[in-house]
């Protein structure tokens, strides 16, 4: 007898600590997918078919309610697509041909993960882009300070004297000031 | 170090700025279709009133195929101008009643009028995910082929087929006609 599983994720009730409710606030945030989740009831042959469906519902973007997961979605389409998906799974469909179904409708919109391709290379390697350039001006500007301070200063001409009556003045000051003290 | 090099930063900035300009008037909620320029998909279903209807059963002209349901406000705005063009024969227009109820879609036909050459019925909305329907209304303009060449989100009114449909219609008919 195969042991029958639902998709069914039940709200723990929670006491009114509110050290209980932050942490069951960081909870919910960090686990979307599973806190959110539509209840709905499918029933799955084996464990590894559940899982598949929560993490396929859970990457797979609802394309009407935007910025929501198809697990986390209330909207009609998300609810059929989901039913698709379950469908998908039972029938035997891998993960891949699952979302080539989704993508030939959808497009890439519907992957929180978007395919790798011409139009998504700046989407996936932009961040990486801005890092770089960042580093090459730091790494420039390090470079040149280690140049600068390697350098020994040469002063000559008009400077120079400028320069030398400065440190004249300078030492006259400090002697005044050390006569003055004793 | 070149001088020059100094206004990187400036020419940065204003192409950064510039992109996030463009991204400020860019409608996210209106999403490119997959199926600009490929075939509508098969179906063997039925109408709303009970004939059953395939791919065959479409229009041998371009024609609408407008994705509605009871259930749908603006489906009622865009209404009326589907029923204009249905009564001045100006395109024939295929209904798809998505995610909706036999009986509260015939209804709603009965109190609203009837544009639709016929409208099939997509109880459970697996023909809607084979278009890509992400929520009606919907407007597909297809052309004699049964190919699919543009679509439309959300309320198509007299504004919107002034500007969109009736250009794209007029150069779709004179490639047609070639």
Known sequence: ?182 | MNRSLAFLPVAAFVILALVMWRGLYLDSKELPSMLIDKPMPAFDLTTVDGTSVTNDSLPSEPFLLNVWGSYCLPCLVEHPTFMRLSESGEIPIVGVNYRDQKALALNWLEDNGNPYAFSILDEPGRFGIDLGVYGAPETYLVDSKGVIRYRHVSVLDETVWREVFEPAIAELRAEEAE
């Open chain 1, 1 to 182: 007898m195969s042991s029958h599983l639902t998709s069914q994720v039940r709200l723990r009730k929670f006491s009114g600590f509110s050290f209980l409710c932050l942490a069951l606030s960081i909870l919910a945030v960090s686990l979307p997918g599973l806190s959110f989740a539509q209840v709905d009831t499918f029933e799955f042959e084996t464990q590894e078919q559940q899982k598949r469906f929560r993490s396929l519902s859970d990457e797979l973007r609802c394309p009407m309610c935007q910025n929501t997961s198809l697990s986390g979605s209330t909207g009609g389409v998300a609810e059929d697509l989901r039913r698709e998906v379950h469908r998908m799974i039972m029938e035997g469909m891998s993960d891949e041909q699952i979302e080539q179904f989704m993508y030939e409708r959808y497009g890439d919109f519907i992957f929180y993960k978007p395919r790798l391709k011409p139009e998504t290379i700046l989407l996936w390697f932009g961040p990486l882009l801005f890092f770089l350039i960042g580093a090459i001006v730091l790494v420039n500007i390090w470079r040149k300070a280690k140049k600068m301070d390697a350098e020994p200063v040469v002063v000559t001409g008009d400077s120079k004297s400028r320069l030398d009556a400065l440190i004249a003045e300078h030492d006259r000051s400090k002697a005044v000031a050390k006569n003055s003290n004793e």
